[in-house]
């Protein structure tokens, strides 16, 4: 008899948990399609922060949901949904009931899905693995991969979908982030966090989905988006910079540390990648390129007899090539003058400045050809850094078609004189009325406005 009561105890009580899943389930889907007004007075409601961009109050009431599920906020979460698509309270209530999608829950994964609405992707299931491959940033250097090119994969048909993933530091790890503060604070070590586009043809770039957001340990991620507009599924028009999420890291113990991504699923497939990386400065980069080899002064040379020597089909014939020794960026005198391998004109550029342009927007174009010339494919021209040694006064140099050279010294235009000789008229002194009337003479003189002075 005892058995069967407590048998009976066990299926009433899960009969009773059932409606409050159900409810907190529909909840979520009601907040998905809320409107930025609506999301607002929702947290006003719950006394939490209104403010913030609109994937950050659907992250916040979502939260809202999972940590303080009262029947006031699920209340006040139907009366908007109702207002919303002009339902009753009750008919949206049942509405939902009906429509709310479940996700099967596995005994090991129960405590970790209580905190969201998805199963957890783990890093090592073999069917979200990519072969995507991300483009080299110079500045910071692979030290250890935590997790490979994983796809972000869609597990409803909601607009915003999450995906959670868990990953653990090694003790070497976590001593190389430790090691890696400095005393200013910068973190030099960092923990990097790259999005993509879901393409194996090609190197990809960083690309943000639309509604990005980041999550460790339970904790926002902040970071720079590049949002252009406010439509769905518009994309940034210009690649976005990995995302730094060590400050957030437990690096106190061996424990997990855990990743939700929030994203806008439209059409594109994304695919994500953790690395731990050691960042470097521009001073580390330019000392890096100079210590490379440099290209020899005759291949320049041969260069420029290519360029002057005379084509059959072509009846004009070129006797020099002049050439700039000022740097295009910074309107200054080339110090390291350098050009990519697939640049095909002499005119270099001022290594440290263009470093420097790329460690706060880069792009890795040539800004003589505007053709790509990444940091891997840069060379020092010793034939430039012979000639700046030589002539220090010098702006242009003169090419023959043998190859050799000779400065272009700036001319030195004398100034205009044309002997006239202009008075300054105060127009706006009241004292002085051109002139002096009371002596009947006037000490005005006539300016002629058409002589430069």
């Not at 048998?7 to 909840?27: D, I, L, N, T, Y």
């Not at 693995?129 to 692979?142: A, C, G, H, N, Q």
């Not at 690395?275 to 420029?304: C, P």
């Not at 005379?310 to 110090?335: A, F, Q, Y």
Request: aromatic share 6%.
């Amino acid at each position: 008899m005892s058995l069967r009561g407590a048998h009976w105890v066990s299926r009433f009580s899960g009969k009773r948990r059932e409606p409050k899943m159900a409810e907190q389930s529909a909840a979520k889907n009601m907040i998905l399609g809320f409107r930025i007004s609506e999301l607002q007075a929702l947290l006003r409601f719950a006394g939490r922060n209104k403010s913030g961009l609109k994937h950050e109050l659907v992250s916040r009431a979502l939260q809202l949901v999972r940590t303080n599920c009262s029947s006031e906020i699920l209340k006040k979460i139907q009366d908007l949904h109702a207002q919303r698509n002009g339902l009753t309270s009750t008919n949206a209530q049942s509405q939902q009931l009906l429509s709310a999608p479940t996700f099967p829950l596995h005994s090991s994964e129960a405590a970790l899905n209580a905190r969201t609405s998805v199963p957890i992707c783990h890093t090592g299931k073999d069917d979200t693995k990519s072969k995507v491959r991300l483009t080299k940033l110079p500045f910071y250097e692979i030290l250890d991969d935590l997790m490979k090119p994983t796809d972000l994969v869609p597990t409803c048909s909601e607009r915003i979908q999450e995906n959670q993933f868990s990953f653990t530091l090694t003790e070497k790890q976590r001593e190389q982030i430790i090691a890696g503060c400095s005393k200013n604070g910068v973190q030099s070590v960092q923990l990097q966090l790259r999005i993509c586009h879901t393409d194996t043809e090609f190197i990809q770039e960083d690309q943000y989905p639309p509604y990005l957001s980041v999550k460790v340990n339970s904790r926002v991620c902040p970071f720079t988006s590049y949002f252009s507009s406010n439509k769905p599924g518009v994309e940034p028009k210009r690649p976005c910079r990995p995302i730094d999420v060590t400050p957030l890291l437990n690096l106190t113990s061996r424990g997990a540390n855990y990743l939700n991504v929030f994203w806008g699923h439209f059409t594109t497939r994304y695919s994500m990648v953790l690395h731990l990386v050691k960042q470097h400065r521009v001073a580390e980069l330019l000392h890096k390129l100079q210590a490379n080899e440099t290209r020899a002064s005759e291949i320049s040379r041969e260069l420029i007899r290519k360029k002057l020597r005379l084509e059959p089909d072509n009846d004009v014939t070129t006797t020099g090539l002049r050439v700039s020794l000022m740097c295009s960026l910074g309107k200054i005198r080339l110090s390291v003058p350098c050009r990519g391998i697939t640049c095909t004109h002499l005119q270099c550029f001022d290594a440290a400045l263009y470093i420097q342009m790329n460690e706060k927007k880069p792009t890795w174009m040539c800004p003589v050809c505007d053709k790509p010339a990444p940091y891997e494919l840069l060379f020092v021209d010793q034939l430039f850094l012979d000639i700046l040694k030589e002539c220090e006064d010098a702006t242009e140099v003169q090419f023959k078609d043998d190859g050799s050279w000779s400065p272009i010294k700036p001319d030195k235009q004398p100034q205009k004189n044309f002997g006239h000789k202009c008075s300054i008229v105060e127009l706006e002194d009241s004292n002085n009325q051109f002139g002096n009337p009371a002596n009947g003479k006037s000490d005005m003189d006539v300016i002629d406005l058409t002589v430069d002075c």
